[in-house]
């Protein structure tokens, strides 16, 4: 009796059908000021709709990804369908659980909390170094500024990763970067200059964000969705600056006609 039963719970548990799974995940759960996240929701089934978003918690989606994966195991056919949203966050925040229809059916993922850190600066003696500087902090209305971003590597490193410099943006203030670079070396660093002119829209006190270095490559993977290479991410120091409005002497308002 106890044996019939046994075999018969088998049963029902070898005959009792095999519901897709439904998940979400993020390629980190915490991010500097300007990092973008990838959300990726994914599921099992033959047919899975995803969700149409044009923002996550508020924040715009960027761009999106789609991708499948079909794998045969002991003659065992399976599909895994996957959708990718990319956005850029601003503070730390809840991403919401979301619902996929999967095979005619409803299922929702999980809420996932992702958090915002402040960056900590590089220093000397770090691998990479970046620093902002500016030939004057304090400037007129109308004038135009000289800065420079330095970015140093130590000779010491033998990897050949690709650098690029993100620049922060700052309302009523203007970079306009020259053409030229410059590099140079000195004990333990190679050093490239970026040099760039600065002019402002506005008089005011203005603080400029850390700017960021990322350091490698991010591809696609071989299923055509988007993967999160290792990349490495260098922030500068930050910067404040004074812009002065120009002395009540030298408004001049109205039109005139120099003869």
Do not use: C
Request: net charge positive.
């Amino acid at each position: 009796m106890i044996m019939n039963k046994i075999l018969g719970n088998l049963l029902f548990l070898m005959s009792a059908p095999i519901f897709a799974l439904s998940t979400a995940s993020v390629n980190q759960t915490w991010f500097y000021p300007g990092d973008q996240i990838i959300l990726t929701l994914s599921s099992d089934g033959d047919k899975v709709s995803f969700p149409s978003l044009s923002n996550i918690s508020g924040n715009p989606v960027l761009y999106t990804s789609n991708s499948q994966k079909i794998s045969i195991v002991n003659n065992k056919r399976s599909k895994q369908s996957s959708k990718s949203y990319i956005f850029k966050p601003a503070k730390s925040l809840n991403i919401p659980a979301y619902t996929l229809m999967v095979d005619g059916d409803k299922q929702s993922t999980r809420a996932i909390e992702i958090t915002l850190k402040n960056p900590s600066q590089a220093k000397v003696g770090d691998d990479y170094v970046l620093q902002i500087e500016a030939d004057r902090q304090t400037f007129f209305l109308g004038d135009e500024i000289n800065l420079k971003v330095i970015f140093k590597e130590k000779k010491s490193l033998t990897s050949n990763s690709p650098v690029s410099i993100a620049m922060p943006e700052v309302k009523d203030l203007l970079f306009i970067k020259n053409q030229k670079s410059t590099q140079s070396t000195d004990d333990n660093y190679n050093i490239h200059t970026l040099s760039y002119r600065l002019s402002a829209d506005n008089f005011g006190t203005f603080n400029i964000p850390s700017a960021v270095a990322s350091i490698g490559n991010q591809n696609n993977n071989i299923f055509g969705n988007l993967s999160t290479a290792k990349i490495r991410k260098i922030h500068s120091n930050p910067l404040t600056l004074t812009v002065k409005p120009l002395p009540d002497a030298l408004r001049i308002f109205g039109d005139f006609n120099i003869k």
